[in-house]
């Protein structure tokens, strides 16, 4: 059974930073590109960023470019997300998913996809 499971959200103030991770399982990790993805309050879901299977090509949505950074961790089966620099806008929930192969591109096609974890940025 596949699983992927994000930890790292939280309430940080505007410009601070944060680490989501996802853990995955139940799958061959390695094989398969990831991505970010989030859905703030009231809208629909916003790609982040993708990253392929062995982590050589990454993409960022432009408004991400220069403060997320996306990387993995293929030994520990795990994805992760720093965000730095983070605004109001950038509060949503967000989810990682699976790519149904291993290369990365924005907006998938993705096959499985985490809980989510909840961003706040607020003063």
């Known amino acids: 059974e596949v699983q992927l499971v994000e930890s790292g959200g939280g309430l940080v103030q505007p410009g601070g930073s944060l680490r989501l991770s996802c853990a995955a399982s139940?799958?061959?990790?390695?094989?398969?590109?990831m991505s970010w993805v989030r859905q703030a309050p009231g809208k629909g879901l916003e790609w982040v960023s993708a990253?392929?299977?062995?982590?050589?090509?990454?993409y960022y949505a432009e408004s991400m470019k220069g403060r997320f950074t996306i990387s993995r961790d293929n030994a520990k089966n795990t994805l992760y997300l720093q965000m730095n620099s983070l605004k109001s806008e950038d509060t949503a929930v967000y989810y990682c998913?699976?790519?149904?192969?291993?290369?990365?591109?924005?907006?998938?096609?993705?096959?499985?996809w985490g809980q989510g974890t909840q961003v706040t940025v607020s003063s």
């Open positions: 139940g799958f061959t990790f390695d094989d398969y590109a």
């Open positions: 990253i392929s299977w062995n982590g050589g090509s990454t």
């Open positions: 998913a699976k790519d149904v192969d291993g290369i990365a591109t924005m907006h998938g096609p993705v096959d499985y």
